[in-house]
Structures are given as structure tokens and as C-alpha cells.
């Protein structure tokens, strides 16, 4: 079993940043590719960016340039950096943990946090 928890939400205005925390216990965190999802009101949740073991990391077209997904394994924490944000990134940010490598679809993944609420201003 792993527990996820996030944190690093908030209300910003466009262009500015934020950088949202997930902090996982449980089982090696190590051994574990992570992803970050988000979900807007009335929206499907969608893949964001996701970081393998070793720490090779995948994201999507919209959010490329603008957000970085990181980890620190001594921690037991991933990190998504983001940058230049827009109104259409407002969303929900939930990250998730699976035992295999890194994936774009939610389902694939076994482990969620409860999600932070990300508000960007026009």
C-alpha cells in the first residue's frame, strides 16, 4: 500500500507559478514511476506529466516547456514545477504511483492522492 499526499495549490494569476508537492509513504517509493493527473469541472481527468525510477520523465503537448516533473527519492517526494500558467490549467492536480513504468492512462495507475486545487486568474 502507498499513500499520497499533496500539497502546493492555490489561486494564481496567469503567467505566474506554482509548484505542487506529493509526498508518498508506504511502500519503496523508489521502485515506482509517478505520474501527476489533473481533472477540471465537467472534464475526463487527464495525463500531465509523469517521471520513472530512474527518472525519465514524459509529458503532455499543452504543458511542455511550461511544467517540470521531478523527483527526490531520499525524500519520498515528486514535484511538478509550473510555469507560465494558464486559465485552462486550472484543475484538480492529483498524483499517482504505479509498479511499472510510466504511463499516460489513470487507470494504469494503482495509488492516488486526494488531489490540490489549482486556480489560474485571467
Known amino acids: 500500500q502507498v499513500q499520497l499526499v499533496e500539497s502546493g495549490g492555490g489561486l494564481v494569476q496567469a503567467g505566474g507559478s506554482l509548484r505542487l508537492s506529493c509526498v508518498a509513504s508506504?511502500?519503496?517509493?523508489?521502485?515506482?514511476?509517478m505520474g501527476w493527473f489533473r481533472q477540471a469541472p465537467g472534464k475526463e481527468r487527464e495525463f500531465v506529466a509523469a517521471?520513472?525510477?530512474?527518472?525519465?520523465?514524459y509529458y503532455t503537448d499543452s504543458v511542455k516547456g511550461r511544467f517540470t516533473i521531478s523527483r527526490d527519492n531520499a525524500k519520498n517526494t515528486v514535484y511538478l514545477a509550473m510555469s507560465s500558467l494558464k486559465p485552462e490549467d486550472t484543475a484538480v492536480y492529483h498524483c499517482?504511483?504505479?509498479?511499472?513504468?510510466?504511463?499516460?492512462?489513470?487507470?494504469?495507475?494503482?495509488?492516488w492522492g486526494q488531489g490540490t486545487q489549482v486556480t489560474v486568474s485571467s
Open positions: 499517482a504511483a504505479r509498479n511499472s513504468v510510466p504511463d499516460w492512462v489513470p487507470a494504469a495507475y494503482d495509488y
Open positions: 508506504g511502500r519503496t517509493f523508489s521502485n515506482y514511476a
Open positions: 517521471i520513472s525510477w530512474r527518472g525519465r520523465t
